[in-house]
């Protein structure tokens, strides 16, 4: 008993207070590509680029490919990029997730009427990890700990997606898991929808030129949200999620 | 001497010897006590391959022993007499199709290669009797983990076999790792298991150095300890949290849960990620530490100590944490030498490997205590890594006292040396952590094994289960706390 009000004690107040405001300092996060002209014929950013995630004239970095290793920035003659500590950069359309020099943010994630009168104020999230490296599933698990506390929006994880309203995917996609992916998918209710969490669901990320993926799901059911990173921040989530069903 | 093992030889200096001769040698050294650290092959050409076996003598010697075989003729098993080559021989079988005369178990390891997509055609065993049934868990599960099936044959609540079916997480690691610069194989590597970076990284990086004939300075070494210790430490606050939430301990799972986010930020704020991504390259470390951060750093460590120590007590004297994890999912000192378990499920039943315990580089500077827990059980296993995290952070607090800041720095990787056998041994949080390269005469990467501890531990977890309630299923998994996609590479 003691012991139990000590620890309760030591513990104070953990939750992050304002989630739509927080920047975790050190983070390397959304880059930013600044306006200044490139050094001619250079190509360094997008030859070190581990994930082509670049287009080159001008430079364009593609959020859904970008596993945030720094290595364009550390490549780069000129200091054009630098990858600041901001963790909003959720889309709902891949187009969205490009970054060009003089644009400071993807496109921010419009709300959608429909999804915020249906799931405005509770939405139950199914979790399938189809190849994901356990980074972003921890990042997932970590939504719901006492610092994000997600449950506070009426946000939470369900165990089976017969309870679920959104499907969020993580990892490449492998064929090992296509029919299981597919079996969790048709188990969920309609209205449903899907959002993909991470460079390797996004893009493929480091696996893109793998054999052993099978990306058709995606072709069939286009996610409505998302969320770069590798992994992505809590926060990422949390922003584009909010956003797209107008919470305020 | 680096401070992770990294064993290079020329490939001309490793006779490549006949099968049979190969596996006399293999069992010789193992009836001497060595310790079979992994055991693979590689196509050599249509019909044949090459065999490797690497084993480790008590004073951490590495040595390589290779053969050359072709498909048809393979080996006789080592498996009925070492069950500790058990996964090793049939990803062997898996990846090239080569003949494993008698062995017991030739299992898919991750259904790859021709066996892509056919997770119904596992072998399940059948437990036969009248009242017997089976329980058919995964592959997806209830919480945000990732894919793998487990197949329960129980009489009433108990467990009498479990078998674990993996694969799911087939991405095709090894094959991508021969494209491309072997010098810049580092983001990929980082997620091969992404709670594992930096302990794969390091592995790949003291690789490639070793190839390329380099040796890290002191203070890059010692950088990369730092953050393989706080590696070491998040993802064992988040297995502790994993074990008090299966058990309804709720203070247990919120107080671990949240210095596990001290962890992690704490390595955000040396390399910019929470996951140590990007912290670890060939020839260097990019982890920045100035005095402000150093500051910071000192305080969360400070912070863990002292709040873990207050939670720790809570939860070891409750009497539902020991009723529930003392006794169950219990693995014999035995049975873990004889299925060659590594690292904390090693240590956890009673037998002492760790990779840092030989005393190099960094480790040698500041030795790290090796922990060792006796009873096996679920247990054990929290136990141990509530004393690994006391013993981490003790080494923390020392190598911060030497090295008060870390500047980013890359030394350049020149080409690496033609025709070489390289095998790499890093201790992660889970275990050791094995890479071995192979270059071909101008240089090129010929070959890459991975290899995660969970490939050896998941073996481990099927037999803790033996004779327990299914309903204890989870704190026995969680206590092990094994990678599905380092297993599935
Ligand atoms: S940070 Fe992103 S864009 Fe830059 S090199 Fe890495 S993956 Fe490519």
Known sequence: MFKSLKVRKNQGWQFIVDLTTAVPAGFRGRPVIAEKPCARGCVECSKVCPTKAIALDSVRIDLARCIFCNECALACPEDKIEFTSETRMGSATPEGLVIVSGRARPTP??????????????LKLRQV????????????????????????????????????D???????????????????????????????FGACALSGGPFMDSPALDRAFLDRFKPALFVPGCPPHPLTFIAAILDLLGVE | MTSIAAHCRPVAELPLRDAREWVAKVRSALEQGERLVTLF??????????????????????HVLRAATTLEQGWHTLTRDFPAAQCFEREVHEQ?????ADHPWLKPIRFEGKNLRKMKDYPFYKLAGKEVHEVAVGPIHAGIIEPGSFRFMCLGETVHHLEIQLGYQHRGVEALLLRGDPRSLAPLVETIAGDTSIGHAWAYCAAIEALAGL??????????AVGLELERIAMH?????????????QQGASSYGRLRTTAINTSMRLCGSRFGRGWLRPGGSRAAMDAGVAEIARANLSLIGRDVAIINDCFLSALTVQHRFQGVGTVTKQQALELGLVGMAARASGVPIDQRSFGAGSYGRIPMKTSVEESGDCWARALLRIREIDCSLQWLTAALDRFPAFAPVCEAVGALAPGQFVVSVCEGWRGEIVHC???DGLGKLLHYKVQDPSLRNWFGLALALRRNEISDFPICNKSFDLSYCGNDL
């Open chain 2, 41 to 62: 092959g590689r196509k050599a050409d249509a019909e044949g391959a090459v065999l490797t076996a690497v084993l480790q003598a008590g004073g951490g010697e590495l």
């Open chain 1, 129 to 164: 990890s189809a190849g994901g490296c356990n980074g972003c599933e921890l990042e997932l698990n970590a939504l719901a700990n006492v610092n994000f506390d997600l449950q506070r929006y009426g946000i939470e994880w369900v165990a089976s997606p017969r309870h679920a």
């Open chain 2, 96 to 100: 090239l199709g080569v003949r494993i």
């Open chain 2, 437 to 439: 390269l192979e270059t």
């Open chain 2, 237 to 249: 606050l988040s297995g502790l949290s994993g074990l008090a939430s299966d058990i309804g301990f």
């Open chain 1, 109 to 122: 994630v419009a709300t959608s009427s429909a999804l915020k009168k249906l799931f405005g104020r509770s």
């Open chain 2, 215 to 224: 040796s890290p300075r002191e203070e890059i070494e010692a950088s990369r």
């Open chain 1, 166 to 196: 959104g499907l969020v995917l993580s990892g490449p996609l492998t064929q090992n898991m296509a029919d299981a992916l597919q079996l969790a998918w048709d188990a969920m209710p309609e209205p449903r929808f899907v959002v993909s």
